[in-house]
């Protein structure tokens, strides 16, 4: 798999947080997509409105918008919101899905374009959904010593300092913001 090289971060259309919906996960290392996107709206002062599975808002940013996506479908099927998208005319090189990544340390980010989901069921169901070619703004959120914790790892809250993980939060906005 090849990976591309960010040719125009204008192309950017739709911005999608990884997450699972609800109070119980709202703050799991797991939904830190939804807690940038969520980070976004609140500064843009943005509505969240549900359709296509989908909570969704809106930003204009000079001549374009760009969509904000949280999935309603539980991280396993994330995929699931790409079909309606597809129909706007959205491809996948204009999608960055944010994601917490286990291969980074706490707080950190990376940009890429395509590569293989590594074990992210979410990004596996957006891979099955649309390809690999999409962008991915990979949010470090550490890794246990034991690779059998990983899934209750990612689905307990940050055992960070509410004040750094707000920070982190805060970053990945404006990692975000970049590639409007």
Known sequence: MEQLELQ????????IGLGNPGNKY??????IGFLILDALAETYGLDWQSKDKAEVA??????KTVML???QTFMNVSGLVIPALT???IKPENILVVHDELEKPFGTFA?????SARG?????????ACGFEFWRLRCGVGRPENKNDVPEYVLTDFAEERTRVAQFVQQGAAEVEKYF
């Open 8 to 15: 125009n971060p204008t192309d950017i259309l739709v911005v």
């Open 58 to 63: 809106e930003l204009v940013v000079g001549s």
């Open 69 to 71: 996506v949280k999935p």
């Open 120 to 128: 992210h069921n979410g990004l596996k169901s957006i891979i099955k």
């Open 26 to 31: 709202r703050n799991n290392r797991h939904n």
């Open 111 to 115: 940009i890429r374009c395509g590569g």
């Open 87 to 89: 129909k706007k005319g």
